[in-house]
């Protein structure tokens, strides 16, 4: 499982354990592999789990052989990427524009909607494509958070191929006047970020190199946002082969109250094999306790593997 994928992401809707599942496989592939847990939600609890403050730089886990951990804070991300980019940004906003330097500067100072999404994205993939880590596992915010994270790369592609024809008529107009055009900073922005967009792209639509992995639970609502998440990562093109279900009954949950959510589960059990086919369906048990620490991620991942 997960044998050449380096980039895995964990997604699902909220409470139904994605945090648990991603530092558990990261425990569990830290064993072999290098291997660096990244959350991407803004609440993040990756701390919780692993029981060890992580925060906004890397950190080695402790009792483990090769984990580490980053809680990524996408609005400081996007402020350094604003900050090393602002002269370009200004430079494609004047030429494109007839907005004044005040106005560019307030505009640049209003975060643009997304655009901390992808720097986030953009950060998880820059991981991915350096030699420092082999195994790269994202734990995501609830479900339209992460669907909105992965169709990033589209909706910055459309924003560079406005503003590339933007910057096109205004290159029309300096040839006319003074003959001859020289790309500058905003050229090379653009070019630059066209890039990027299409490494993302590549790299999310690789399935031997990026896996998403969906967690759900047995009820109505938890199965029914699955059905919608998996239908559009397969749309985006994601590899999505596995499916997780949390919270699952067994022989030892004895009693009337269990044997009655025993009785509804087996109900959900087979509309997941009928709505999830050409998945592998993957069990995880209901654990008395709430599952924090390496020892019990441990027993988490044994159910995973």
């Known amino acids: 499982m997960f044998e050449t994928q380096k980039l895995i992401f964990v997604g699902g809707k909220g409470g139904v354990g994605k945090t648990t599942v991603a530092c558990s496989l990261g425990v569990h592939l830290s064993d072999r592999f290098k291997t660096l847990v990244i959350s991407t939600d803004p609440a993040h609890s990756v701390s919780d789990s692993l029981?060890?403050?992580?925060?906004?730089?890397?950190?080695?886990?402790?009792?483990?052989?090769?984990?580490?951990?980053?809680?990524?804070?996408?609005?400081?991300?996007?402020?350094?990427f604003l900050v090393a980019n602002r002269q370009k940004l200004k430079r494609i906003m004047d030429t494109a524009t007839n907005l004044d330097d005040e106005d560019i500067d307030m505009m640049l100072e209003t975060t643009i909607p997304g655009l901390d999404e992808v720097i986030g994205l953009k950060t998880v993939t820059d991981y991915a494509s350096q030699r420092d880590y082999d195994k790269i596992i994202v734990d995501?915010?609830?479900t339209g958070h992460a669907l909105r994270l992965l169709s990033m790369?589209?909706?910055?592609?459309?924003?560079i191929k406005v503003m590339a024809k933007l910057r096109w008529?205004?290159?029309?107009?300096?040839?006319?006047?003074?003959?001859?055009?020289?790309p500058d900073m905003g050229d090379d922005f653009l070019v630059e970020m066209k890039k990027t967009v299409k490494r993302i792209e590549s790299?999310?639509?690789?399935?031997?190199?990026?896996?998403?992995?969906?967690?759900?639970?047995?009820?109505?609502?938890?199965?029914?946002?699955?059905?919608?998440?998996?239908?559009?990562?397969?749309?985006?093109?994601v590899s999505t082969r596995y499916l997780i279900v949390n919270?699952?009954?067994?022989?030892?949950?004895?009693?009337?109250?269990?044997?009655?959510?025993?009785q509804e589960q087996a109900i959900f059990k087979a509309r997941v094999k009928q709505a999830f086919p050409t998945?592998?369906?993957i069990e995880i048990p209901l654990y008395a306790e709430e599952v924090k620490g390496i020892e019990a991620l441990r027993k988490v991942a044994e159910a995973l593997m």
């Open 51 to 80: 029981q060890q403050p992580i925060g906004e730089q890397v950190k080695k886990v402790n009792h483990t052989a090769n984990l580490f951990a980053l809680e990524i804070n996408a609005e400081k991300i996007y402020h350094e």
């Open 140 to 142: 995501t915010a609830p």
């Open 153 to 159: 790369p589209h909706l910055l592609d459309d924003w």
């Open 247 to 262: 919270q699952v009954l067994t022989d030892i949950h004895d009693g009337a109250f269990f044997h009655k959510r025993k």
């Open 279 to 281: 998945f592998r369906v």
């Open 169 to 182: 008529k205004y290159r029309e107009v300096v040839t006319t006047f003074k003959g001859i055009y020289e």
């Open 203 to 237: 790299l999310l639509k690789d399935a031997t190199a990026c896996e998403f992995l969906p967690v759900s639970i047995l009820t109505d609502m938890a199965l029914a946002e699955t059905e919608r998440l998996t239908k559009t990562l397969q749309d985006y093109g």
